[in-house]
């Protein structure tokens, strides 16, 4: 079957416009979450949603930072007013976790982003 | 907080020799889960293999293997028989039991030369 999938694969933007990520998950997958790979911090959490709650956000940087998922499937991270410190790769990952069992997460090719 | 250690940035052997990738990690806890994700050029995460570390006996995937220590709170990687397309970015991972959040090493880029 099809696997996480993100979309656009790359964005360019200019500083202070507002971008939108998306993220596809495994069919059937209720976990969903979001990742931010960088040359300076590595790979760091972001958010975590189950279903469509998301009962971890401790990883988002700041307020410019928001994330939602819709219909327990697609989720879009917006980053508004964006500044050069939030290029990054952002990578999505989906799981079949319940609350009580870890499970592995599966990841998608991230998107790469690019502030200028 | 976890943290996890990867001790060697870089590392580079011949195709078919076996190479051992580094991961320590600091916890707490007691009940928690240890990934190794392999990371290509083409940026995908995938799973190389995992641990659970109420598990007394190494994990193994064909020819990747661990070598779990929990008292040290080591978790190395042991690849056989390397092949080309092992080249890549190689990433160990910690989750506590109910975080659902992995941490993550810095990575050891693995180059396999022909």
């Known amino acids: 079957g099809a696997g996480v999938s993100q979309s656009p694969s790359n964005k360019v933007t200019e500083k202070g416009k507002d971008v939108e990520l998306r993220c596809d998950p495994i069919?059937?997958?209720?976990?969903l979450y979001w990742y931010r790979q960088s040359l300076g911090q590595g790979l760091e959490f972001l958010i975590y949603?189950?279903?469509?709650?998301?009962?971890?956000k401790s990883g988002l940087p700041s307020d410019r930072f928001s994330a939602e998922r819709t219909g327990g499937s697609v989720s879009t991270l917006t980053i508004q007013r964006t500044q050069q410190e939030d290029s990054a790769v952002y990578l999505c990952?989906?799981?079949?976790?319940?609350?009580?069992?870890?499970?592995?997460?599966?990841f998608g090719p991230g998107t790469r982003l690019l502030v200028l | 907080a976890q943290t996890v250690t990867q001790s060697q940035p870089e590392m580079s052997v011949q195709e078919a020799e076996t190479v051992t990738l580094s991961c320590t990690y600091d916890?707490?806890?007691?009940?928690?889960?240890l990934f190794w994700y392999k990371q290509p050029p083409s940026r995908q995460m995938i799973l190389v293999i995992r641990?659970?570390?109420?598990?007394?006996q190494n994990a193994t995937e064909n020819r990747f293997s661990v070598n779990f220590q929990k008292a040290a709170k080591s978790f190395s990687l042991k690849i056989s028989d390397s092949q080309l397309g092992d080249t890549a970015m190689y990433f160990c991972?910690?989750?506590?039991?109910?975080?659902?959040?992995?941490?993550f090493g810095q990575g050891t880029r693995l180059t396999i030369n022909p």
């Open positions: 949603f189950q279903g469509n709650s998301a009962p971890d």
């Open positions: 641990q659970e570390a109420y598990k007394q």
């Open positions: 990952a989906s799981s079949l976790a319940s609350v009580m069992l870890e499970e592995t997460q599966y």
């Open positions: 069919s059937g997958h209720t976990a």
């Open positions: 916890t707490s806890e007691n009940n928690y889960y």
């Open positions: 991972a910690f989750m506590k039991q109910g975080a659902q959040k992995l941490v």
